[in-house]
């Protein structure tokens, strides 16, 4: 396994992240452009809010350790300044959309806006130690926390009462979140965020009797037999369980590791598409049509995020089974995704057979994120691999 890590630096470095540097700078009006087609060039300009907090956070994550390039601190400042300005509303909630010069397009109905602001001032203070970042990066934290139980606050369709869910996403994001600003807010902090979390996913996300884990669940934590509570999303299952893989090896508890690498396999088995290969976004719980149109495509991020969750587990007890998926997972991304034409950043959509559905290389939902932080993980977590 380890004739990967190179593999994948060397994709990283000389491909991907060249391809964001190049195309995405806004040297004019501060920020990122993501809207880029197959050749690189913006086919839109307006910004959305965690992509651009997103690409802060992947220059920041190079430089720290990576290398320290002055061009990605730079690249890094350039997003933070666009966004501390720009940003938030009066009361610190984060937009969801800007237009080019930063004037705000879309109300903060969304979240994780402020899920990935805060991560992205946290990694940017590792790297240039102003007090404004934490600040920004804690408030914004501690303000999530307060908006857990209702995110989208006065922007919810939802009628109250009748039946109310819980997402998957949000407590899935804070597993990651909390460690990533572990050395702002505390070991005690994290550790009540985080048991909680765990506690949630793997005794009430987490069915039991199917091995499956559901993306909406009651307030109560029961299964709810409708199109919301038979929904499964198997890449965010497969990503919350290499941050929950990442919490059992900093709480060095082997049960946890061990039950997290069980439920990872237990969804890519079951999200696998036995036909044409890959794994599909959206599944039915119960095998009902599901409401999502796209639901039988391919896509870039729950590729990547898999090949990132079987890395870590083959490189924590060499489980030969993790290999062979690894390089099952990896044979499809690379032969799918990667745009072996124009080189630079991969493809992100694709149908069930595999083929693309659009040529862009970023947009509303796909920037400088994914494809960077999977080849960085799989590469420092399989470096060392004897």
């Known amino acids: 396994m380890k004739q990967y890590a190179e593999i994948y630096k060397n994709e990283l470095l000389d491909q991907i992240i060249p391809f964001w540097e190049k195309n995405s700078l806004d040297k004019e009006n501060g920020g990122y452009f993501t809207c880029l087609n197959g050749q690189g060039n913006v086919y839109d300009t307006d910004k959305f809010i965690w992509l651009q907090a997103r690409q802060i956070w992947t220059f920041s994550i190079l430089y720290q350790k990576v290398q320290k390039k002055v061009a990605w601190k730079e690249a890094a400042l350039l997003g933070a300044d666009f966004l501390e300005k720009n940003g938030r509303d009066t009361h610190g909630n984060w937009y969801f959309s800007l237009n080019r010069k930063g004037r705000p397009l879309v109300q903060p109905y969304n979240i994780f806006s402020d899920c990935f602001a805060a991560m992205a001032f946290g990694a940017l203070y590792e790297i240039e130690p102003r007090e404004r970042y934490a600040e920004i990066a804690q408030t914004t934290f501690q303000n999530i926390l307060r908006r857990q139980e209702n995110p989208k606050g006065k922007y919810n369709k939802i009628y109250p009462g009748t039946r109310n869910l819980q997402n998957f996403a949000l407590p899935m994001i804070l597993c990651n979140l909390s460690l990533e600003l572990e050395h702002l807010l505390g070991t005690e902090q994290v550790k009540n965020v985080t048991d909680s979390i765990i506690d949630l996913v793997i005794n009430q996300f987490y069915h039991k009797e199917s091995g499956l884990v559901l993306e909406n669940i009651s307030d109560t934590g029961e299964f709810v ?6 929904l499964l999303n198997p890449g965010h299952a497969i990503e919350a369980m290499w941050f929950i ?13 061990e039950k997290a690498e069980e439920i990872m396999f237990q969804q890519l088995e079951h999200g696998w598409d036995k036909t044409y290969g890959g794994i599909f ?15 039988d495509q391919k896509l870039w991020w729950v590729h990547l995020e898999t090949l990132v969750a079987l890395a870590k587990t083959y490189a924590y007890n060499q489980n030969p089974k993790a290999k062979q998926w690894f390089e099952k997972v990896h044979e499809y991304a690379w032969h799918h995704f990667r745009d072996k034409q124009n080189g630079g950043e991969w493809f992100g959509y694709l149908n069930r057979k595999g083929e693309i559905l659009s040529d862009l290389k970023g947009g509303k ?15 420092k977590t399989l470096e060392n691999d004897s």
Not at 225 to 230: A, L, M, N, Y
Not at 245 to 257: A, Q, S
Not at 283 to 295: A, N, V, W, Y
Not at 365 to 379: D, M, S
Request: net charge neutral; proline share 6%; charged share 25%.
């Open 245 to 257: 893989m990442n919490l059992g090896i900093r709480k060095n508890d082997t049960t946890l590791i």
């Open 281 to 295: 976004y959206f599944m039915d719980f119960k095998g009902h049509p599901p409401q999502q149109l796209e639901h």
């Open 225 to 230: 037999d409708s199109f919301e509570g038979r």
């Open 365 to 379: 939902w796909k920037g400088c994120f994914h494809v960077p932080r999977a080849l960085l993980e799989v590469w």
